[in-house]
């Protein structure tokens, strides 16, 4: 019962963040790094560039992971280039948002890392 209290409030507090970082006209830095860390855990993607203005990202994901080693230079891992269009940013990110315990960790880090920069949530 309290894990599924902790998934919720994880998932509302992250809903709540995207939505406090898609009010700005312009996006800061350190928003728009969280928008494309939610975009990396979602697709997979790597290179990812986010054109505010046209409502395009362009990113390349990664279609296999068995050949990437962090420990070397990965020089030849098989990717896909895509440039997607988005009608609205805050519905884009929120269906990227994924509800396993893998994300659910990542979504809770950016949310420590965010709250230890003094970004305000809802208490």
Same mark, same amino acid.
């Given at each position: 019962?309290?894990?599924?209290?902790?998934?919720?409030?994880?998932? #509302?507090?992250?809903?709540?963040?995207?939505?406090?970082?898609?009010?700005?006209? @312009? *996006?800061? !830095?350190?928003?728009?790094? &969280? $928008?494309?860390?939610?975009?990396?855990?979602?697709?997979?993607?790597?290179?990812?560039?986010?054109?505010?203005?046209?409502?395009?990202? #362009?990113?390349?994901?990664?279609?296999?992971?068995?050949?990437?080693?962090?420990? @070397? *230079?990965? !020089?030849?891992?098989?990717? &896909? $280039?895509?440039?997607?269009?988005?009608?609205?940013?805050?519905?884009?990110?929120?269906?990227?948002?994924?509800?396993?315990?893998?994300?659910?960790?990542?979504?809770?880090?950016?949310?420590?890392?965010?709250?230890?920069?003094?970004?305000? !949530?809802?208490?």
């Amino acid at each position: 019962m309290e894990n599924s209290g902790l998934r919720s409030r994880i998932l #509302e507090d992250i809903e709540t963040l995207i939505a406090s970082s898609c009010t700005k006209q @312009k *996006v800061p !830095l350190k928003l728009k790094k &969280l $928008h494309i860390a939610i975009l990396k855990n979602h697709y997979n993607a790597a290179n990812v560039s986010i054109d505010y203005h046209r409502r395009r990202v #362009e990113m390349d994901i990664v279609m296999d992971d068995k050949d990437y080693d962090p420990k @070397k *230079v990965n !020089l030849s891992i098989p990717t &896909l $280039h895509t440039n997607l269009w988005f009608k609205n940013l805050y519905d884009f990110l929120i269906s990227c948002i994924d509800q396993d315990p893998k994300s659910l960790a990542f979504y809770s880090m950016l949310l420590k890392s965010y709250q230890n920069n003094e970004i305000s !949530l809802v208490a």
